[in-house]
């Protein structure tokens, strides 16, 4: 079955330390994997996707295949990075359908 | 360039009724998806479409439905309304399978 899963509903750090937001997925093949996030009151918008290899924000995310892994990482959090994060999988086959995990809220605190 | 509209942003609707929502997706784009986001279970696949083709559909009753125009603009109907359809639905565009998807604000639908 081809599911993700993020296992933090809440990450709360203060400004300044590392974070990190972990997703596991499971598929068969050669997945496609996307970070999204959703800052308050605004819509989802696309944060990485793990084909183009850019950091966005000072994020930055590696597929990990060995582990099933495309955990979401920045050195240092600020406070405007509070927001939901969810982490997706394209769906296999020719289709856009995306696959999303249950999200974690990151906290970042003053 | 403009996003992708979505409309309208809010709905109340009772039981039994049926439901009408739309996408305008990003110029140019002809694939459209939608999803249905709610607190208890995250952001779950309604379906796709593609160049006015349904192409993909999650796993929902036949009550959603959906189709897209010629212009791409695309509506998801929801018939018998059920307490549980409360949700907020997204809409998102892309060119294709092979690019990244552009979502919407949402419809939050409410059902009395």
């Known amino acids: 079955a081809q599911r993700v899963t993020q296992p933090e509903k809440l990450l709360s750090v203060f400004k300044g330390a590392p974070v990190e937001l972990k997703c596991n997925y499971s598929y068969s093949g050669s997945p496609e994997l996307f970070w999204y996030v959703q800052y308050s009151r605004q819509r989802l918008q696309l944060l990485l996707r793990?084909?183009s290899r850019e950091s966005i924000k000072g994020f930055t995310a590696d597929l990990n295949k060995g582990e099933t892994s495309f955990h979401l990482k920045k050195p240092f959090a600020q406070e405007e990075d509070s927001a939901m994060y969810y982490c997706a999988l394209k769906g296999s086959g020719n289709t856009g359908k995306l696959i999303f995990g249950q999200g974690t809220t990151l906290q970042v605190k003053p | 360039k403009a996003g992708v509209t979505q409309t309208p942003r809010y709905l109340i609707k009772t039981r039994g009724q049926q439901v009408t929502l739309s996408c305008s997706p990003i110029s140019g784009h002809r694939s459209v998806s939608w999803y249905q986001q709610t607190p208890g279970q995250g952001l779950q696949f309604l379906f796709e479409?593609?160049?006015?083709?349904?192409?993909n559909k999650g796993n929902f009753p036949g009550r959603f439905s959906g189709r897209q125009f010629s212009n791409s603009r695309s509506e998801m109907n929801v018939s018998t309304l059920e307490l549980g359809d409360s949700a907020l639905y997204l809409c998102?565009?892309?060119?294709?399978?092979?690019?990244?998807?552009?979502f919407g604000s949402g419809t939050r639908l409410t059902v009395v």
């Open positions: 479409y593609f160049s006015e083709t349904q192409r």
């Open positions: 998102a565009s892309s060119l294709d399978t092979g690019y990244s998807y552009t």
């Open positions: 793990h084909i």
